[in-house]
């Protein structure tokens, strides 16, 4: 009888260990001011992580949900609070989550009444503001209105150099020739019928495969229109999956 109970005492012990590990979930960095933690990284749910006084790290969950710890901190980096499993819910959540930012003045820093994307990968360049591009990808410029031609230039912050480009007549999109080494974030200035105006490119890690995840970083990084264009993709895709 003795061994009995001690064999399920062991087996409660292992399944309960294995509820655990399987309960553990891959966080990506998306923004750091800790040493030892950068954007881009992928660290366990399950590792503790600890953060001194002004210390502060962002991370994403496969959800899609962020969540930014502040020092001082010692623990788990989503305590005890498991991810949704659930896509539906998540998409849904992080829908809303985008919609909560948007209505507050200044929280965002994209616009948010940008013409809606054909692809959420495409760089928005009749406006100024944030832009995500994945990293290892050329960016291939885009404008709502494509009814006639049109000439821009596209210098670098410190104008160390100048591209002029024309935009043929009834064309949209146009690929970038290799122009400057892109950076975590580039800042070109476009300039456009004698206007101009900033465009951040934000580099994005190749290997985010979730696309939930991808999403929040867009929203954190203020791409928001290239957001929005991910977002609407996958809501179809779980439409069409039903």
Do not use: Y
């Not at 001082?72 to 989503?78: I, M, N, R, S, V």
């Amino acid at each position: 009888m003795a061994m009995a109970n001690i064999s399920k005492i062991t087996l409660a012990i292992v399944l309960g260990l294995s509820s655990v590990a399987a309960s553990a979930s891959t966080l990506i960095v998306i923004d750091s001011r800790a040493p030892g933690l950068k954007a881009g990284q992928k660290i366990d749910s399950n590792t503790p992580i600890t953060l001194k006084e002004g210390e502060r790290v962002t991370v994403i969950g496969p959800d899609g949900k962020s969540i930014t710890l502040r020092g001082k901190f010692a623990g788990l980096p989503l305590g005890k609070t498991p991810t949704t499993s659930d896509p539906t819910r998540a998409l849904a959540a992080l829908i809303s989550t985008r919609n909560a930012r948007t209505s507050s003045v200044g929280v965002v820093r994209g616009a948010t009444d940008a013409a809606a994307l054909p692809d959420p990968w495409l760089i928005d360049i009749s406006r100024a503001g944030e832009r995500c591009m994945k990293a290892g990808t050329k960016p291939v410029w885009w404008r709502p209105d494509g009814a006639k031609a049109q000439k821009f230039t596209v210098l670098p912050v410190d104008r160390s150099w100048i591209a002029d480009f024309e935009w043929n007549a009834g064309e949209t999109m146009m690929g970038v020739p290799d122009l400057s080494t892109f950076d975590s974030q580039t800042i070109f200035v476009m300039r456009v019928e004698d206007q101009e105006f900033p465009v951040s490119i934000n580099i994005v890690p190749s290997d985010l495969e979730n696309d939930l995840i991808l999403a929040s970083w867009m929203l954190e990084k203020g791409c928001t229109q290239q957001a929005d264009a991910l977002l609407k993709t996958v809501g179809q895709n779980q439409a069409a999956s039903k």
